[in-house]
């Protein structure tokens, strides 16, 4: 495989807005005298029991984060085409120390930490790097797998490195393209040298993040449902009933050999219109395996984290009821007459195995959206991925319209889990 460390790797540490960052840096909106002002927070709507900090400076289309087992915080940042490196290094809960991890890449975007090697999802490649020294720079960055579908629509590609194999996945290139006979819309496994391609699962439109949950092998993501569901009945930008409500965001248990039914099926087991004439249609809606959950149309339902049992266990950072449950970042809607999503909410979990185990139902933990004077909306952050941290808490990234990570702190009562 190809080693791109040459081509890719800065060879010293920067700070925010040193380096080529500055340059790439200097059309952003002047920063703050005090870097760590996040006046934003004081407007977030937030559940009771929770408080929000910011624990970074302002860092510019931060997308996807995943953190080491040493604490350290990595980010990709594909406008820029590189990864950053955060730590804490006088442990006051503030990301203040960052170097280029890599930078050279082309669309770095999901990202997994396995076996000490942070792997990395590109335009058209799954990379593996190293950084043996934990100097914050990789070493080398080793490409696994190449020839994956690339741009389009939606370009983000999906990751999940488990002991055995390499998931991958890349969305649709349009809205609700037919696009069977290609790469595109299904997840794709790989062993860890790239080899050994194998069909996974089919039926996804913009999964961007999968996940295993804890103390399983089940393989999960968070799949964007289509736009426009009312355009062919004539709905226009100031009228749209049916696509105000359709169709969900959804949140799937992928298994082998399974069918999600984009484009065909959508949300609760509904037929596109666009499809309705298919001879097949009946026949493709009994392969579709329906949503494990639905979240609000149009919510922008993006990415997430299980709140391990076991971590939340050690670190009691977050009340018991919460083990096994899912904080999704929800970025927000665009293709709606009123916006909607713009939150982290918790996907709650059933907790009795004896009746699934399966999502029962959900709660917004934090609001981004707000109101202005006049009673227009203010989009205050547009979530993006969730993780949670070695000290058991949930971070969540911000893109828009100010670029930085979050962290969720539970400051309330712990009560006793649900029996």
């Known amino acids: 495989m190809t080693n791109v460390v040459a081509a890719a790797v800065m060879v010293a540490a920067v700070s925010v807005f040193g380096g080529e960052a500055a340059a790439q840096a200097e059309a952003a909106p002047t920063q703050p005298a005090d870097p760590m002002a996040a006046p934003e927070i004081g407007r977030f709507t937030v559940r009771e029991g929770y408080k929000v900090e910011a624990v970074t400076p302002r860092l510019d289309n931060v997308r996807f984060m995943e953190f080491a087992p040493d604490g350290a915080l990595y980010i990709s940042r594909p406008r820029f085409g590189d990864i950053v490196t955060l730590r804490d290094l006088d442990k006051d809960g503030v990301y203040e120390n960052l170097t280029v991890y890599v930078e050279g890449l082309e669309g770095p975007h999901a990202l997994c930490w396995h076996n000490d090697a942070l792997w990395i999802a590109a335009q058209g490649v799954i990379l593996r790097s190293v950084d043996a020294d934990r100097s914050g720079i990789a070493d080398e960055v080793i490409e696994r797998v190449s020839g994956l579908p690339r741009d389009g629509g939606h370009w983000w590609r999906s990751l999940l490195v488990t002991d055995t194999h390499i998931y991958t996945s890349i969305g649709d290139s349009g809205n609700i393209t037919d696009e069977q006979a290609t790469d595109r819309q299904k997840i794709w496994r790989f062993n860890h040298e790239g080899g050994e391609k194998t069909l996974f699962a089919s039926g996804l439109r913009n999964t961007e993040e999968l996940r295993l949950r804890p103390g399983t092998t ?134 009795d195995p004896k009746l699934g185990g399966n999502p029962c139902g959900l709660e917004t933990v934090v609001s981004t959206l707000a109101k202005d004077e006049a009673g227009g909306d203010v989009v205050l952050a547009r979530p993006v991925d969730c993780a949670q941290g070695p000290d058991g808490m949930i971070y969540f990234t911000s893109d828009l319209p100010t670029g930085r990570v979050y962290r969720i702190r539970w400051i309330g009562e712990t009560t006793a889990p649900r029996e």
Request: glycine letters at 8%; one cysteine or more; hydrophobic letters at 35%.
């Open 218 to 351: 089940e393989v999960w993501g968070v799949d964007h449902g289509s736009d426009n569901f009312g355009e062919l009945l004539g709905e226009d930008a100031e009228r749209m009933p049916y696509t105000d409500w359709n169709p969900p965001d959804e949140l799937n248990r992928y298994e082998e050999g399974r069918f999600y039914g984009h484009p065909f099926v959508t949300g609760n087991m509904v037929p596109r219109y666009e499809f309705r004439e298919r001879e097949d249609i009946i026949e493709l809606g009994m392969r579709t395996v329906a949503p494990a959950w639905r979240f609000g149309a149009h919510w922008a339902a993006n990415c997430f984290a299980f709140v391990d049992p076991a971590i939340n266990e050690r670190t009691k950072a977050l009340p018991s009821e919460c083990s096994g449950d899912a904080f999704v970042a929800c970025r927000g809607s665009w293709n709606r007459s009123a916006r909607a999503g713009y939150q982290v909410a918790r996907v709650i979990f059933d907790k």
